[in-house]
C-alpha cells in the first residue's frame, strides 16, 4: 500500500502562547510521523470496514437466495467444463471451487490450468443475480466458453466480491502466494465458500458428488449446524489455516495479521477472526458439521 507522505501542518496559534504552540507543533510533528512509519499497516486496517460491508451485502443476498431455493445456499459444485448448478440424473460433480457462487470472470490462467474446470464466468455464477438484480454478464451460450483473450474478462467488474485488502492470490499455487495478482483478479472474488463441510465425518461414506448434496441439503435444513457459528463463506486464509496440521502453523494475510480472516456467518453476521490450525470447529466459528 502507498505511504502517506509527512506534509507540512499549519496551527491557528490565536490565544496560545509560544510554549503551547511549540508543544503542539512537536505533537502533530510526531503524530505525522507515525502514521509515515506505519501508514501502511492502518491503511490496510481501515478497509475491515468496508469488506465487511461487502460480507454483509453478499450475506443478505444469500439469504434472498435461500428464501428462493429451499433454504440452499448458492454453493456450486463442478458439472462441467462450463455452467455450474443442481445435480442430474447419473451425473458426477468434476469438482469443486470455492469461487463458483458469485463474482466477475476468472482471469485466462484458468481457461487451460486444471483442464479449464475451474474456469468459472460471471453468467454462470448463482448469487450474482441477487448482489446485481437486472445486471447481464455477457457470456457465450453454453457449452461455449470465454476465450482465454476475451476483453470482458477484466473490463466484467463485480465489485461487491472484491475485498479491499486483496493483494495476493493463493489459489493458483495453493497455499502460496502468487505475487501480483490479487484473488479477485484471479478468480473472481475475494471471498470464497467454505467448502470443508465436505469432509465433515458424516458424510466420510458418500461419493464426493452425494457428499456434495446431502451436506447442502443438511446446511439447508440447519442438521448439524448452528447458523451464528456456521461460515459458509471467507477470504483465502480461512481455508489455509484451518486445514494446517501444525498447530504452530502461521499464515499471514494481506492484512499484515497471522491467521485471521474475514467471515461470513449463516446467520448474516460478519466478523474478522483468529483462525486455528487444524481446528474446524471452535466456540468462535463452525466450518464442518456437528
Known amino acids: 500500500m502507498p505511504r502517506r507522505a509527512c506534509g507540512r501542518v499549519g496551527i491557528a496559534c490565536a490565544g496560545l502562547t509560544r510554549i503551547d504552540v511549540v508543544a503542539a507543533l512537536a505533537a502533530v510533528v510526531m503524530g505525522a510521523c507515525l502514521l509515515c512509519v506505519l501508514g501502511a499497516g492502518v491503511t490496510r486496517h481501515r478497509m475491515f470496514t468496508p469488506s465487511q460491508a461487502n460480507l454483509l451485502q453478499i450475506g443478505q443476498a444469500g439469504a434472498a437466495y435461500q428464501a ?47 483442464g479449464g474446470y475451474f474456469d468459472v464466468e460471471a453468467a454462470d455464477r448463482p448469487l450474482n443475480a441477487y448482489v446485481y438484480p437486472g ?6 451460450v453454453i ?13 466484467t467488474q463485480a465489485s461487491v466480491f472484491r475485498d479491499p485488502g ?13 505475487v501480483g495478482v490479487s484473488c479477485y483478479d484471479d478468480v473472481g472474488t475475494s471471498y470464497h465458500l467454505n ?33 451464528s457459528r456456521f461460515v459458509w463463506n471467507a477470504d483465502q486464509f480461512a481455508a489455509i489455516v484451518v486445514y494446517g496440521t501444525n498447530p504452530s ?39 464442518r458439521l456437528e
Open 166 to 178: 486483496d493483494m495476493t492470490t493463493r489459489q493458483r499455487n495453493w497455499p502460496n502466494a502468487t
Open 249 to 287: 502453523y502461521q499464515v499471514r494475510n494481506d492484512y499484515e495479521d497471522i491467521n485471521r480472516s474475514q467471515m461470513l456467518f449463516l446467520d448474516g453476521h460478519a466478523a474478522y477472526l483468529t483462525v486455528v490450525p487444524g481446528q474446524f470447529n471452535t466456540a468462535a466459528y463452525q466450518m
Open 135 to 140: 445486471t447481464v454478464f455477457p457470456g457465450p
Open 68 to 114: 428462493d431455493f429451499h433454504g440452499h445456499l448458492p454453493m456450486a459444485p463442478i458439472w462441467q467444463h462450463r455452467g455450474v448448478g443442481p445435480a442430474f440424473p447419473n451425473q458426477s460433480a468434476n469438482g469443486w471451487a470455492a469461487w463458483t457462487y458469485g463474482g466477475k470472470n476468472t482471469s485466462s490462467y484458468w481457461y487451460s490450468a486444471f
Open 195 to 227: 467448502g470443508a463441510w465436505v469432509d465433515s465425518p458424516q458424510l466420510a461414506t458418500y461419493s464426493f458428488t452425494n457428499r456434495y448434496l446431502v451436506g447442502m441439503g443438511r446446511i439447508a435444513t440447519g442438521q448439524g449446524i448452528t447458523p
Open 143 to 155: 457449452p461455449n466458453r470465454m476465450s482465454p483473450s476475451d476483453p470482458t474478462r477484466a473490463t
